[in-house]
């Protein structure tokens, strides 16, 4: 079965960096419109960025200028490179992709993975 598993997540001092990844494993042939996104303690899930297909990316205001995503179609797998780290960017960072099956395209997110931004 296809799943996502994250990595990277931590913590960090202000103004340093963390990498995370994202990597779909199963019976895939492809991934396509890979994002990440957070969640704070008491507040809801946000969009952090987006890829498209073609490149095009889409950040949180939030986030501009400090975060990119990238993506390794060959490794089905999706990055996001955080760096001049906040505290208010300590959340659970999920990613999220569509992957191709068998079955046709398929939502799929990930379990995961805790940033903490603290001195």
């Known amino acids: 079965q296809v799943q996502l598993v994250e990595s990277g997540g931590g913590l960090v001092q202000p103004g340093g960096s963390l990498r995370l990844s994202c990597a779909a494993s199963?019976?895939?042939?492809?991934?396509?419109?890979p994002g990440w996104y957070r969640q704070a303690p008491g507040k809801q899930r946000e969009l952090v960025a987006a890829?498209?297909?073609?490149?095009?990316?889409n950040y949180a205001d939030s986030v501009k200028g400090r975060f990119t995503i990238s993506r390794d179609n060959a490794k089905n797998t999706v990055y996001l490179q955080m760096n001049s780290l906040k505290p208010e960017d300590t959340a659970v960072y999920y990613c999220?992709?569509?992957?191709?099956?068998?079955?046709?395209?398929?939502?799929?997110w990930g379990q995961g993975t805790l940033v903490t931004v603290s001195s």
């Open positions: 890829i498209t297909s073609g490149g095009v990316t």
């Open positions: 199963g019976s895939i042939f492809s991934i396509y419109n």
């Open positions: 999220n992709m569509m992957v191709v099956t068998t079955a046709g395209s398929l939502g799929v």
